[in-house]
C-alpha cells in the first residue's frame, strides 16, 4: 500500500507530496500507521531516500481529543478512528486541514477557535441552573472535541475573521442555556459571527465524530430559548 503525505517542514517553508510503502496489519488505523512508520529507525519514501519523521498530533487515540485531525483521502476524519480496512483504494493520502495555518506537516494552529470565544465573550459568566433545561442535549452539545473538522467542510467558513462557524453556534446555544449573565452579548455575537454567514448547508453534521446536532442548536438560538 502507498501513504503519500503533504509534507511542510516548518510554517514558512513550501509543501511537497511524499510518499511510503506500508504493509497493513491487523485492524490498525491511520494513526497507528502513523505510529509505525515514525518508529523505523530510518524511515525511508518510496525513491529509498531517507526521510523527516511525519509530524502530526495525538493525545487520547480514541476520538476525544481531537488532536489527529487531518483530511484522510480527501475527507477530513480523526487518523484515531479511521481504520485503513475502510478506505477504499491502496494509496491513502495524508493532507493538513487547510482552513487553519500549517505549522509542521500534518500538525495546524487551531488557536483561532479560542481567540475567537474571546473576541466574542462566549463565556459562562454565572452558572445557572435550570431543572427543566434539557441537559441530555447541553451534555451531547458539550461533547464537542474542538477538532475543527466541521470548518473544514463548511462552504462559508474562511478564515474565521468573521464567520465562526458551526462550534461557535454549539457553544453560543450552551452558553445562553446555562448562563445568568450577558444572554443579549452571547445572542448578539451569535448573529454577527454566525447566523448571518451560515447557508445551511449543514455539511458540519455529517463530519462531526461526536455527532452533534448542530441544527437543533441553531433552531432554539433562533427561536429564542
Ligand atoms: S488522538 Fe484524540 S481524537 Fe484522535
Not at 33 to 51: Q, R
Not at 179 to 204: P, Q, T, V
Request: with cysteine; hydrophobic share 35%.
Amino acid at each position: 500500500m502507498r501513504v503519500k503525505v503533504l509534507r511542510q517542514r516548518s510554517p514558512v517553508s513550501e509543501p511537497y507530496w511524499q510518499e511510503f510503502d506500508y504493509d497493513p496489519h491487523g485492524n490498525i488505523t491511520v494513526a497507528g500507521m502513523l505510529d509505525e512508520l515514525n518508529y523505523k529507525d530510518d524511515l525511508k519514501d518510496i525513491t529509498g531516500e531517507s526521510a523527516p519523521r511525519i509530524q502530526w498530533e495525538c493525545s487520547c487515540l480514541q476520538g476525544m481529543c481531537g488532536g489527529c485531525a487531518m483530511v484522510i483521502n480527501h475527507v477530513p476524519r480523526l487518523a484515531c478512528e479511521t481504520f485503513i480496512a475502510d478506505l477504499k483504494g491502496d494509496t491513502i493520502i495524508l493532507e493538513p486541514l487547510s482552513k487553519f495555518f500549517t505549522l509542521s506537516d500534518l500538525v495546524v494552529d487551531r488557536g483561532i477557535i479560542q481567540e475567537n470565544l474571546k473576541k466574542a465573550d462566549a463565556f459562562i459568566e454565572e452558572y445557572r441552573f435550570d431543572p427543566g433545561a434539557d441537559h441530555d442535549r447541553m451534555y451531547s452539545v458539550a461533547k464537542c472535541l474542538k477538532c475543527g473538522l466541521c470548518l473544514e467542510v463548511c462552504p462559508n467558513y474562511k478564515d474565521g475573521k468573521r464567520f465562526f462557524g458551526a462550534m461557535f453556534a454549539n457553544d453560543c446555544y450552551l452558553i445562553s442555556a446555562r448562563s445568568g449573565k450577558h444572554e443579549e452579548e452571547i445572542r448578539k455575537s451569535y448573529g454577527e459571527h454566525f447566523a448571518k454567514g451560515c447557508s445551511k448547508s449543514l455539511s458540519c453534521m455529517d463530519v462531526c465524530p461526536v455527532k452533534i446536532e448542530t441544527l437543533a442548536s441553531i433552531s432554539r438560538m433562533n427561536r429564542g430559548k
